[in-house]
């Protein structure tokens, strides 16, 4: 199959009814008021010039603004499309937070359309974060990092291995940085790719991670699969990724100086 249409699939077979983010007490990441419709209009400060990828709405994809990222939820394969988030050298320097440790199916998502807790227990996956927790400012978004629209099903040796350097060197990139970096992360699935749990939760065959810094208009991407014994490697350009996955993720604006 070609690895250009591999996003396509999570894509496929899914007009956008979306839920609102109602803050949590500190750390109480299961208190959650009534809902709101909301969209990605009322959190665009996550993506680059306020533009979110180019990805033509479909049923079962759900938009979700939460304190410090947005998430592009698939009904279909119960993961993340993406994750988007804005960091900069002020933000990663506050993320000292205690860690969460409390996932939680996110209550805005149907249940039809979701993770739930015991799709991962005894799974052989570890519930990998998109969004970091390691990129996360405040108590308030630490805690809603753990929800399981932000996970993915992830070889735990890769987890901790090759993808947490590829979120390390992106901190300290952006600690390095002049102004805002924008980051898109996600994962990409196959026909072959396996599914876990009794609601489904479909594991990706491969994971990005896009960094585009809006100071020096430079982007590149990480691409890794999902994988004991996989390392880091160099970047890819922002058009392989594009090649490779056939999405636009930033607007054509974002490299004109």
Not at 168 to 180: C, E, N, P
Not at 215 to 228: F, I, K, P, S, V
Request: net charge positive; charged share 20%.
């Amino acid at each position: 199959m070609r690895v250009a249409a591999l996003l396509a699939l999570t894509l496929a077979g899914t007009v956008v009814s979306n839920l609102s983010w109602a803050r949590f007490p500190q750390f109480d990441n299961t208190a959650l008021l009534t809902p709101e419709p909301t969209s990605f209009s009322q959190c665009p400060q996550f993506f680059a010039n306020g533009t979110p990828p180019a990805i033509t709405p479909r049923a079962q994809f759900r938009e979700l603004c939460y304190e410090a990222f947005a998430v592009l939820h698939s009904g279909t394969t119960k993961t993340p499309v993406y994750v988007a988030q804005r960091l900069n050298r002020q933000l990663i320097e506050d993320a000292d937070e205690k860690r969460a440790k409390r996932f939680f199916a996110d209550a805005r998502l149907p249940s039809a359309e979701r993770a739930e807790l015991e799709d991962y227990k005894n799974s052989g996956y570890s519930r990998g974060h998109m969004a970091p927790a390691g990129d996360m400012p405040t108590p308030t978004a630490m805690a809603q990092s753990f929800s399981l629209a932000n996970m993915v099903p992830q070889i735990a040796q890769h987890n901790s291995g090759a993808w947490n350097k590829v979120e390390q060197d992106t901190r300290h990139y952006v600690k390095r940085a002049k102004g805002d970096v924008f980051v898109i992360t996600g994962p990409v699935f196959t026909d072959a790719g396996l599914r876990i749990g009794a609601n489904g939760v479909k594991v990706p065959t491969y994971l990005f991670k896009l960094v585009y810094d809006a100071t020096t208009q430079r982007a590149w991407a990480h691409w890794q699969q999902n994988r004991d014994g996989e390392t880091v490697g160099r970047p890819i350009s922002y058009q392989e990724l594009v090649n490779r996955t056939g999405v636009e993720f930033l607007p054509r604006n974002a490299f004109q100086h």
